[in-house]
């Protein structure tokens, strides 16, 4: 039996939920709630000793970070709907695709995400009651972007996260002038993935962009995304983020 332990579907918990319902696995899902911190918890710490979702539990076996455990499904369920193209040349292209989004479009678009959402969130807390939840922390990096958020990213490192992600969107835009799909005329895991970070909440998040009119290709390529059933499921999940900030989301219910 699977079991995936997730947040929100929305980001990287949204990514790896995806595929599930692709390949209409059956699992068992455990809501995280992030909002409770519940993810630095001792229980979920004893899973995931990095205290991040999602993480998946295959009969014990216990697979983090979404670009492996889309992929450890697609090794462990060869006879489910598959989600790349089980070719080499395809593959590659495939894999070339989730690096560029895990690298240079999720980080940039997480900052934003954080600026505009976590801050909020981290400067709500009292000071002591702070430092003891990012104590409990694990994960260095993810302690030091508690605080960043608490007091706010420069805006030379948001300036810089906004032309990222601009020349992400171009760069999607120019491969859906070639191919159906980002790997190809296949969809794969790199679609679920890009959706995942950007499909959402590009629009919603920056409005300046003007996505509609300038990335008529990735609209479309979007619209075809969210009408998937799959697509659906994943997003009907559980979400008990605050109405005041569902906006940048895109995830608005």
């Not at 120019?174 to 959706?195: C, E, P, R, V």
């Not at 996505?211 to 979400?239: K, S």
Request: charged share 25%.
């Amino acid at each position: 039996m699977l079991k995936l332990y997730h947040a929100e579907p929305v980001a990287n918990s949204l990514k790896s939920l995806i595929p599930l319902h692709e390949k209409a696995l059956d699992f068992e899902s455990r809501y995280v709630d992030l909002h409770k911190f519940e993810q630095h918890e001792p229980w979920f710490t004893a899973i995931n000793p990095e205290g991040q979702v999602p993480v998946l539990d295959h009969e014990g076996f216990i697979v983090t970070h979404t670009t492996v455990i889309n992929e450890y499904l697609e090794d462990a369920f060869p006879d489910a709907p598959p989600l790349r193209l089980n070719e080499p040349k395809g593959n590659a292209r495939m894999r070339y695709w989730n690096k560029f989004i895990d690298e240079h479009v999720m980080n940039y678009v997480s900052m934003h995400g954080w600026h505009r959402m976590v801050g909020v969130i981290a400067r709500g807390i009292e000071s002591g009651e702070f430092e003891k939840l990012v104590n409990r922390i694990p994960l260095h990096e993810q302690r030091e972007k508690w605080k960043t958020a608490r007091s706010g990213f420069s805006q030379d490192d948001l300036d810089n996260a906004t032309r990222k992600i601009t020349v992400a969107l171009q760069k999607v835009e120019d491969q859906l002038g070639k191919s159906a799909w980002l790997a190809g005329d296949l969809y794969t895991l790199a679609d679920i993935n890009f959706y995942a970070h950007c499909g959402m909440m590009v629009e919603r998040m920056f409005p300046e962009l003007e996505v509609g009119a300038n990335y008529p290709g990735l609209v479309a390529w979007r619209e075809r995304m969210t009408a998937r059933p799959a697509v659906a499921a994943a997003l009907a999940g559980p979400d008990h983020t605050s109405p005041a900030l569902r906006t940048f989301t895109g995830h608005a219910r």
